[in-house]
Structure formats: structure tokens, C-alpha cells
């Protein structure tokens, strides 16, 4: 266990410099840049242990997984962030531990969820993730809305009771325009970003950035990252 967490701290350390060199960069203050740690496929034990390290946000993208493991952890002072494609019988179980929800998508979605957080009397912060791969269908390879969606969908988030609009969140998309080009994609967000504070100021998150690509998130003006190979080792194959 001291070994794991010894992996841990180190492994910690270095993602911490990489942000601190990245704003540094930027010009931008460190404080500016929250690390998320994404601890899907993880148990809670290594939870535990960054929690002990001083992490305060992690992530996941799996009830199944998540609800238990945030249970096991309920007496941490965490942050729990929702990342995965989220279907709507699956929304109560994760209103009952997320405390954001960053993978918003569609009005159904945000329906279940309102309907959810008043039922539990609990504030969720939502992000709208956003499809810059967006095709015909209007959603990504990895969901998310396109562009044009946003504005319809922050403001039934707005006006949703229960819920809380936070800001917006992507992925850096695999195909379409922004293909293997992470800086162009993380500032296109941060320019769609701009557009919504014009109609909700306080939707200032903007979660970008993973662990090959944080730096350019942060470069653009990301104040979200979501780390988890960088901190926890690469992932166990899963099935």
C-alpha cells in the first residue's frame, strides 16, 4: 500500500508540474487550473490515497462502478464529477453521489436530472459537452451537442430547478476538422465559451484537457482538467 501511494505522489507531483509549467506559459495564475483525477477502473483504496495527497476533484464514467466507489468514499471531502455518457436510468442512482454532472447533452437528459435533484433536495452543477465532431445528427462519435445546440440547451439547464449551469466541457474529437488538432479545438471551445457568458455570466467552467493533451487545454484557457493515466498508471483492460 505505501508503494501505491508512494506511485501515487510522484506520478501527482509531476501532472502538478506539467499544469504549473503549462500556466506559467499561458500567463496565466496557477490557481486558474483545477485538476480532476479520473479514477474510473480504479478502487476506492487508490481514492483514498489521493485524497490523502490533496486531490479534491475526481472523476468517473460508469454507475456501476462509480456509485459504489463514491459510497465507499462518502466520508472524503470530494468533489465527484460525471464524465460518461449518461442514460436516464441512470440518473438517479448518480444524482445520489455526483456533485457535476459533465456530460449533458440533450433535454431529456436535463429533465431526468431536474426531476432527480429535487426529488434527492440537491444542487447539481451540469456542463453541456460539446460535439466538435459534430455531424447530420447533430451529436459526436463520443456525444456531446454540436455548437449550434448550445444555446437552447443552457438555457433549459438555467431554468431547470435542481440544476445549476456551470459551463461547458469537451473531448478532443478523433475525426471531423479538429482531428489531431487539440489547441485549435480547446480554443474553439473557449470561443463558445465567450458566447455563452454573454447570456450566463456564471457559466464560466470550461473542462478540457486530458493527460496527453493538458497542456494545450490549459494554453487555451481550460479551468478543468481531467487527468487519469498521467496520475493512476495506464488502465487495466476491461472485460
Same mark, same amino acid.
Given at each position: 500500500?505505501?508503494? %501505491?501511494?508512494?506511485? &501515487?505522489?510522484?506520478?501527482?507531483?509531476?501532472?502538478?508540474?506539467?499544469?504549473?509549467?503549462?500556466?506559467?506559459?499561458?500567463?496565466?495564475?496557477?490557481?486558474? !487550473?483545477?485538476?480532476?483525477? !479520473?479514477?474510473?477502473?480504479?478502487?476506492?483504496?487508490?481514492?483514498?490515497?489521493?485524497?490523502?495527497?490533496?486531490? %479534491?476533484?475526481? $472523476?468517473?464514467?460508469?454507475?456501476?462502478?462509480?456509485?459504489?466507489?463514491? $459510497?465507499?468514499?462518502?466520508?472524503?471531502?470530494?468533489?465527484?464529477?460525471?464524465?460518461?455518457?449518461?442514460?436516464?436510468?441512470?440518473?438517479?442512482?448518480?444524482?445520489?453521489?455526483?456533485?457535476?454532472?459533465?456530460?449533458?447533452? @440533450?433535454?431529456?437528459?436535463?429533465?431526468?436530472?431536474?426531476?432527480?435533484?429535487?426529488?434527492?433536495?440537491?444542487?447539481?452543477?451540469?456542463?453541456?459537452? !460539446?460535439?466538435?465532431?459534430?455531424?447530420?445528427? =447533430?451529436? +459526436?462519435?463520443?456525444?456531446?451537442?454540436?455548437?449550434? =445546440?448550445?444555446?437552447?440547451?443552457?438555457?433549459?439547464?438555467?431554468? $431547470?430547478?435542481? &440544476? %445549476?449551469?456551470? =459551463?461547458?466541457?469537451?473531448?478532443?474529437?478523433?475525426? =471531423?476538422?479538429?482531428? +489531431?488538432?487539440?489547441?485549435?479545438?480547446?480554443?474553439?471551445?473557449?470561443?463558445?465559451?465567450?458566447?455563452?457568458?454573454?447570456?450566463?455570466?456564471?457559466?464560466?467552467?470550461?473542462?478540457?484537457?486530458?493527460?496527453?493533451? &493538458?497542456?494545450? $487545454?490549459?494554453?487555451?484557457?481550460?479551468?478543468?482538467? %481531467?487527468?487519469?493515466?498521467?496520475?493512476? +498508471?495506464?488502465?487495466? @483492460?476491461?472485460?
Amino acid at each position: 500500500m505505501t508503494e %501505491r501511494k508512494d506511485e &501515487l505522489a510522484a506520478n501527482l507531483a509531476r501532472v502538478q508540474e506539467r499544469i504549473a509549467a503549462a500556466c506559467a506559459a499561458a500567463g496565466r495564475p496557477r490557481e486558474d !487550473v483545477t485538476l480532476i483525477v !479520473v479514477t474510473k477502473t480504479y478502487p476506492a483504496a487508490d481514492v483514498r490515497m489521493l485524497a490523502d495527497l490533496g486531490v %479534491r476533484h475526481v $472523476a468517473e464514467n460508469r454507475d456501476q462502478d462509480a456509485a459504489p466507489k463514491a $459510497a465507499e468514499c462518502s466520508d472524503l471531502p470530494l468533489s465527484w464529477h460525471f464524465v460518461g455518457q449518461l442514460q436516464t436510468n441512470k440518473v438517479r442512482s448518480v444524482v445520489g453521489y455526483a456533485d457535476v454532472v459533465q456530460s449533458v447533452d @440533450r433535454s431529456r437528459l436535463v429533465t431526468a436530472l431536474s426531476k432527480e435533484a429535487v426529488r434527492a433536495e440537491r444542487e447539481l452543477g451540469c456542463l453541456i459537452q !460539446v460535439a466538435l465532431d459534430a455531424g447530420v445528427s =447533430g451529436r +459526436g462519435e463520443r456525444g456531446g451537442v454540436a455548437p449550434e =445546440g448550445i444555446g437552447e440547451l443552457a438555457d433549459r439547464i438555467a431554468s $431547470a430547478e435542481g &440544476l %445549476r449551469l456551470d =459551463g461547458l466541457m469537451t473531448v478532443a474529437p478523433l475525426t =471531423g476538422e479538429y482531428a +489531431g488538432r487539440q489547441q485549435a479545438a480547446f480554443e474553439r471551445l473557449m470561443d463558445l465559451s465567450t458566447y455563452l457568458r454573454r447570456t450566463h455570466p456564471a457559466a464560466t467552467m470550461v473542462s478540457a484537457g486530458m493527460s496527453a493533451d &493538458l497542456e494545450e $487545454a490549459v494554453a487555451a484557457g481550460a479551468t478543468h482538467v %481531467r487527468v487519469g493515466t498521467a496520475v493512476l +498508471g495506464v488502465r487495466p @483492460r476491461l472485460g
